[in-house]
């Protein structure tokens, strides 16, 4: 089986891959540039059948794109959300069945800012069927 780390790296080369921009797991380093894309894993779970053999596994991550220009973030965001929404197939080494985009929760409360900074943030989930 598959370690659960596997699709965080892939969900980081891809975004890169994507976007041409720097995307940190976890925390955002103060010496990069901007704009920026942080993610974080929210959920991860796996469905077990009453024979102990795995069936679905669900993960969520949120997904932050944080720009000084509100248009040059929203594009980034809405370039993430357009591949990963319905998107199914290899993702580097992960096979995804089916990846699902959402808009952030109402109370979420933006990482990657501080008050100072200026930048505009856009969030969102990312949910993935493996």
């Not at 959300?81 to 089916?98: D, P, V």
Request: a negative charge.
């Amino acid at each position: 089986e598959r370690s659960p780390m596997s699709l965080d790296t892939d969900l980081q080369y891809k975004l890169h891959d994507l976007t041409q921009v720097p995307a940190q797991q976890n925390y955002n380093n103060e010496d990069d540039t901007q704009p920026r894309i942080w993610y974080q894993r929210q959920i991860d779970t796996s469905e077990v059948l009453l024979d102990g053999s795995s069936s679905l596994r669900d993960a969520t991550f949120v997904v932050e794109v944080n720009a000084l220009d509100p248009d040059a973030g929203a594009a980034l965001a809405e370039t993430i959300q357009e591949y990963f929404n319905g998107f199914r197939g290899s993702l580097g080494l992960t096979l995804i069945l089916g990846c699902f985009v959402s808009n952030a929760s109402d109370d979420y409360q933006f990482r990657g800012l501080d008050v100072d900074d200026g930048l505009h943030a856009f969030a969102f989930e990312l949910r993935f069927l493996l």
